[in-house]
């Protein structure tokens, strides 16, 4: 079954330097993956998406994920973190059943400290 | 931009009350689905609906729980007798393309006391 795994728990992060978010999946075949984010008591907001082609995609907010398949990772990365970034992340896979149902994994809280 | 609308944002009940959560998904938009996050814990799948019937469901979704599509603009999830521990973060997202580009709804807080 699918799985995906986000080990860090929680991150803090000065302002103004770069951010690197950890996913790693398991998954039989390509995967579709995906990034959200969730500031708190709000929805979940897609933040970017991998399908195919180019394994470095852009996504909102100045975000950006590159797919390593010999690694199953799909880690987040952001140059430069602003304050409103603190939020909880989340990756997510989709299923092998029809590309409808999303993994997500456990969540990395990114703190952001002045 | 289109959103998905979920009412109420916060419902309290008491255990064992039946609750019915809301959701008016995107309007052209073809899938449907319902999503948990039990607090401190990862977003959960609970159910797809296409086609006016369920397409999957998780082994949460057991025979307490039901999902509607009254008309053509409502989503609702009911819960027949509510447990402490179905208090949990409940989204209702929904999709013109599977789950390629999913919107989410900002969510139902449900307390059950």
């Known amino acids: 079954a699918q799985s995906v795994t986000q080990p860090d728990i929680h991150i803090t992060v000065s302002e103004g330097a770069s951010l690197e978010l950890r996913c790693n999946y398991s998954y039989g075949a390509t995967p579709y993956l995906f990034w959200y984010v969730q500031s708190p008591g709000q929805g979940l907001q897609l933040l970017l998406k991998?399908?195919?082609?180019?394994?470095l995609v852009q996504g909102i907010k100045g975000f950006e994920a590159e797919f390593k398949r010999s690694q199953s990772s799909f880690n987040l990365r952001k140059p430069s973190v602003h304050w409103s970034d603190a939020a909880e992340y989340f990756c997510?896979?989709?299923?092998?059943?029809?590309?409808?149902?999303?993994?997500f994994g456990t969540g990395t809280r990114l703190l952001v400290s002045p | 931009e289109p959103e998905v609308t979920q009412t109420p944002s916060h419902q309290v009940t008491q255990m064992g009350q039946e609750v019915i959560l809301r959701c008016v998904p995107i309007s052209n938009h073809l899938y449907f689905y319902w999503y948990r996050q039990i607090l401190g814990q990862k977003v959960e799948f609970l159910v797809s609906f296409y086609n006016n019937e369920i397409s999957e469901k998780s082994e949460i979704f057991d025979d307490q729980f039901s999902v509607e599509r009254p008309d053509g603009s409502n989503f609702t999830l009911k819960i027949r007798s509510t447990k402490l521990e179905d208090s949990a973060m409940y989204f209702c997202a929904s999709s013109s393309t599977g789950s390629y580009g999913y919107t989410f709804g900002s969510g139902t807080r449900l307390t059950v006391v």
């Open positions: 991998y399908f195919s082609g180019d394994t």
């Open positions: 997510a896979v989709d299923s092998d059943t029809g590309f409808q149902k999303l993994v």
